[in-house]
């Protein structure tokens, strides 16, 4: 549930009386309000000048006066608490900041020093590992590309790129609030690019701790409002902090909802191993260096894997754009680059390049807008234009290449808010046809109780049991707090759907038995939600179960999970499936595999087995520092799978010879 639009317009314009009438007009709960009102992006980057603070507070008290908000009074103030030290925490940065070299510099100095500091950064990097890969010994394959030297040091490149781009990002956003940089649509207007003095690109490096400071704080602030944490005050009861950082005098602890961050974390753990996967089998297969046709080749096939939709052949726009014309958008930036660290462009030329791989020019127009770096951009590989009050657009050449174009399209996707769950998805034919496809029955049931619809999207009568299946084609966060938090509202939302549909069918088992001849009466009754992404819960809720399109087919392919290991043979680049878990025998599956199955969330414990959860501190001044916690990997998921093959198979991942990233 979002914000309706009458109500944030009288929030936002403190006018206390519509923003009343607005709610009663709306009916929508007090309660959700008051999250909501916490969970509003008015908030995020804003300088408020000491009458909008007044203004604020006055009416947050109008609130706990009102009787409509009569038993919500502690979580008003509670609300109120945790926007003031956000505003606190932001001002305290922007304070620090100030005191800086590199805030003597003039705006459009700035901008420039920051991105020229970063050609210079991405230059050396690409130096160093054009150096480094003269003496590889092995590439990994095991979820993104590792190369081990000679000397056996590792290193990921692409680590390397993405803290890059981040400071960039940041940076630019961060000066964007400070300097009024953004447009009425949001979108990030630079000064003229110019080139920048060594003093000057020197001297921006004074940001990079700032920026990497507000860039946490941001996620940390992010998580206290949309993932049910908060921040409170903790001063005095961290004498440890103390000692370490003397000068600290508060000391703000954040906490979280770590169960629903722990979801979405390990969905995107498994959905960039799926994306890498099918990458590097594109790759394989093709073995040719690759250009325009053979990227927009890997892009369409990953898109197909994930959503379920053929990009050639629908033709629906989202956002403006079909599918094909969003994949040819971004496999045209990374064309434009080439092997150039920074490409200024015009914006003329660069919608003319859309159209010249075949886009249409409303489309391209569309795009244009949507790839241009904004307030609320993810981060540049999102949105790796930058333009200027001239129409020039700046193009970083760390942002614009990326293999992963089907990942950056569906983070695209989460942040515009635009929906892949459309009625008539071929995900629920995808779906039935793998159980048809097996020998099982598998059907779409609708019917009507007293006027009011049910459809079953997916009806599996298998031995004793009969699986009430609802698809959802939708995408998952890749990580942003606000996206998780919508995707877990959606989740909620669609069990509560299910337990409807349960409901249905015990009081109309008529219309089963016609579409099965037969009678379902007796039959174990499993609800099941299956999703398109690789989203899957630990365990049942309320007797539901969870299941994705992944590990169904998963299932029915072969009679163990494996994982994938990456060797040379006969100075060839392979990838072996290597058995992990056992999860069925016999020729075939029956129901009780499948029952066991879905109950034991085997791909979600083998992922969780490998992360960890830590806090970690952040002195964002001399008077303040942040707890904050954060997950990563203890080890990989190779190693973490070793530890539970199965005796019989210890031999076999010996003889390939694993590797760990």
């Known amino acids: 549930m979002r914000l309706p639009e009458s109500i944030a317009k009288s929030y936002t314009s403190s006018n206390f009386s519509q923003f009343i009438a607005a709610i009663e007009a709306e009916g929508t709960s007090p309660l959700k309000i008051v999250n909501q009102l916490l969970k509003s992006n008015s908030i995020v980057f804003k300088r408020r000048s000491q009458s909008q603070y007044i203004k604020r507070r006055d009416f947050f008290g109008k609130m706990r006066e009102h009787e409509l908000f009569s038993n919500l009074s502690c979580k008003i103030e509670e609300a109120e608490r945790c926007i003031t030290s956000i505003e606190s925490i932001y001002d305290e940065i922007l304070q620090e900041l100030s005191k800086c070299e590199f805030e003597k510099l003039s705006v459009q100095s700035k901008i420039s020093a920051i991105i020229n500091r970063a050609v210079e950064n991405f230059s050396m990097i690409k130096a160093a590992l054009d150096k480094h890969l003269e003496s590889v010994q092995t590439v990994k394959f095991e979820n993104r ?76 602030e992010e998580n206290a409002r949309y993932l049910d944490g908060g921040i409170k005050d903790e001063t005095g009861r961290h004498s440890e902090l103390n000692n370490k950082y003397p000068t600290i005098n508060r000391v703000d602890l954040y ?196 006027g009011a619809p049910y459809e079953y999207d997916a009806v599996a009568k ?99 999970i494996s994982i994938k290991v990456g060797k040379f043979f006969n100075e060839k680049p392979l990838m072996i499936n290597v058995p992990v878990i056992r999860i069925w025998d016999g020729e075939a599956p029956n129901a009780d595999d499948f029952f066991r199955y879905i109950s034991e969330s085997h791909q979600y414990n083998l992922v969780n087995s490998c992360i960890e959860y830590r806090l970690t501190v952040l002195p964002i001044s001399q008077r303040i520092a942040i707890i904050y916690p954060f997950l990563f990997h203890k080890e990989s998921l190779i190693d973490a799978s070793l530890k539970i093959l199965n005796p019989e198979l210890q031999d076999l991942i010996n003889q390939i010879g694993s590797t760990s990233n």
């Open 462 to 560: 298998w031995g004793k049991y009969l699986f009430l299946i609802e698809c959802k084609c939708k995408s998952i966060s890749r990580g942003n707090p606000e996206g998780v938090w919508h995707c877990y509202e959606d989740f909620t939302d669609d069990l509560i759907q299910i337990s409807r549909q349960v409901a249905g069918y015990r009081s109309n088992k008529a219309d089963f038995d016609r579409e099965f001849g037969e009678s379902t009466d007796g039959l174990i009754i499993i609800p099941i939600l299956a999703n398109s992404m690789p989203y899957v819960l630990p365990q049942e809720i309320d007797g539901i179960f969870s299941l994705d399109f992944s590990s169904l087919q998963r299932f029915f392919e072969s009679k163990s």
């Open 145 to 220: 590309h590792l190369i081990k030297y000679l000397n056996d040091q590792e290193i990921d490149p692409s680590e390397a790129i993405n803290s890059l781009s981040d400071f960039v990002w940041i940076s630019l956003i961060m000066y964007g609030h400070i300097n009024d940089l953004f447009n009425s649509d949001g979108v990030f207007v630079a000064p003229r690019y110019m080139e920048s003095s060594k003093d000057e690109v020197f001297k921006c490096g004074s940001i990079e701790l700032y920026a990497k400071i507000w860039s946490a704080f941001k996620e940390v």
């Open 255 to 450: 906490y979280f909802n770590k169960s629903i961050y722990l979801l979405d974390y390990i969905a995107n753990e498994r959905y960039n191993q799926q994306i890498s996967n099918t990458t590097m089998h594109e790759i394989f297969a093709s073995k040719k260096p690759k250009g325009v046709k053979e990227a927009i080749s890997i892009a369409i096939s990953n898109i197909e894997n994930i959503l379920h939709i053929d990009p050639e052949t629908d033709k629906r726009k989202f956002a403006g754009a079909t599918l094909l014309d969003w994949i040819k958008a971004y496999v045209a930036i990374e064309d434009i680059i080439g092997n150039d660290f920074i490409k200024i462009t015009t914006r003329l030329d660069l919608i003319s390049k859309f159209e010249s791989i075949g886009i249409h020019h409303e489309s391209a127009i569309n795009l244009f807008s949507h790839l241009c770096l904004s307030k609320n951009s993810r981060d540049l590989f999102d949105c790796p234009l930058i333009i200027d009050g001239e129409s020039n657009v700046t193009i970083l050449g760390f942002s614009g290449k990326s293999v992963d174009v089907a990942g950056i399209i569906t983070s695209q996707f989460s942040r515009l808010g635009i929906k892949t769950d459309f009625k008539g998805t071929p995900f629920e034919n995808n779906v039935r046809q793998t159980f048809i496809s097996n020998g099982i029955p598998c059907k779409r049931v609708k019917f009507s109780i007293d």
